[in-house]
């Protein structure tokens, strides 16, 4: 059961750094240090979007509008480390 534990940190992990990857780039993109023209770029950035976009929507349908700031990244790093803290805490029951 200890590698079922290991298993859904390692998910949780993985999504972490998709969602990290996913907010710098936009920054890189607003910023226009990164064009989505170039094609590694745009496949890169268009697999992330296509990727968090089912955990994003259903965030951004329940948060008001805040004038162009996009919270639903942040929402979801809160609630995967929120995942994180319930699974380390109740640890013992994978063993």
Sequence with gaps: MQSL????????????????????M??????QILNVRQQFVGQIWYGLNRLLEPIYGPIRRILPPMGGLDL????????????????????????
């Design 26 to 31: 936009s920054w890189l993109i607003s910023f």
């Design 72 to 95: 639903a990244p942040l929402v979801v790093l809160v609630g995967v480390y929120a995942l994180r803290i319930i699974l380390i805490n109740n640890a013992a029951a994978f063993y």
């Design 5 to 24: 534990l290991q298993i859904l940190m390692l998910i949780l992990d993985i999504v972490w750094f998709f969602i990290i990857a996913h907010v710098i």
